[in-house]
């Protein structure tokens, strides 16, 4: 089996991250700052050839795909694929054969957002931890299994991520396609959860920089971090 690689990339820093907020679903875009990691991002991951690109329905990540993608070497074009609706699938199709191969499909998937914050989108993480009590907001943030009101845990994260990362992702690797994968702090750890053999308390402690490519290697059924 060929070789072929996944990179997985949180999103820059986000409009709200700056303000350090629960963001969760909220659909805030970069900052500046977000910008430039994505920018930087792009140009760490320039002579990795990329063949098919999946981020969340988010803008951040969707940004960050598509910025990171103006530095890459190949100088292919990031195209959202439009598959929801059939008359925006037929109208955006591409009918020139080297046009298409010029390009490079986006897919976005719901099952990649970031986990869902619930009661708390919206709030100062500091002032939330003044109201509830630091100890509280701690177990909302960092535990396996206790939700905050009305969100997700980051199991309930893992749902979603994981197996859609196995039936839809996995099968292009598998196919010889390198795949660039753009998404967020909880989706990509639950992936990775899954990827390094992570136990529950393990996971908990994982951390992702904003605008830091991680790069696997895929053959033989096995995912080794370069």
Do not use: C
Not at 73 to 89: A, N, Y
């Amino acid at each position: 089996m060929t070789k072929t690689k996944l990179i997985l990339l949180r999103h820059g820093q986000s409009e709200w991250n700056k303000l350090n907020f629960f963001t969760g679903w909220v659909d805030v875009p970069l900052s500046t700052q977000g910008i430039q990691e994505a920018v930087d991002a792009g140009k760490k991951i320039k002579d990795v050839p990329i063949h098919i690109i999946f981020t969340s329905t988010l803008v951040r990540s969707l940004m960050t795909a598509m910025i990171a993608m103006t530095e890459h070497g190949s100088k292919r074009v990031p195209v959202i694929v439009h598959d929801e609706d059939q008359k925006l699938e037929g109208w955006s199709k591409i009918h020139s054969p080297a046009t298409k191969e010029s390009v490079v499909p986006v897919i976005r998937a719901q099952e990649l957002n970031e986990r869902m914050y619930g009661e708390l989108q919206g709030l100062n993480k500091a002032e939330t931890a003044e109201k509830f009590g630091a100890e509280q907001v701690r177990i909302w943030r960092r535990s396996y299994d206790v939700p905050p009101p009305g969100g997700e845990s980051l199991e309930m994260t893992a749902a979603r991520s994981i197996p859609y990362f196995l039936k839809t992702i996995v099968p292009y690797l598998q196919e010889g396609s390198n795949a660039f994968v753009v998404a967020h702090g909880n989706s990509l750890r639950a992936i990775m959860m899954h990827l390094d053999g992570l136990s529950k308390d393990e996971v908990l402690h994982l951390e992702l920089g904003t605008g830091s490519p991680m790069i696997y290697e895929y053959e033989n059924e096995k995912f080794t971090k370069l």
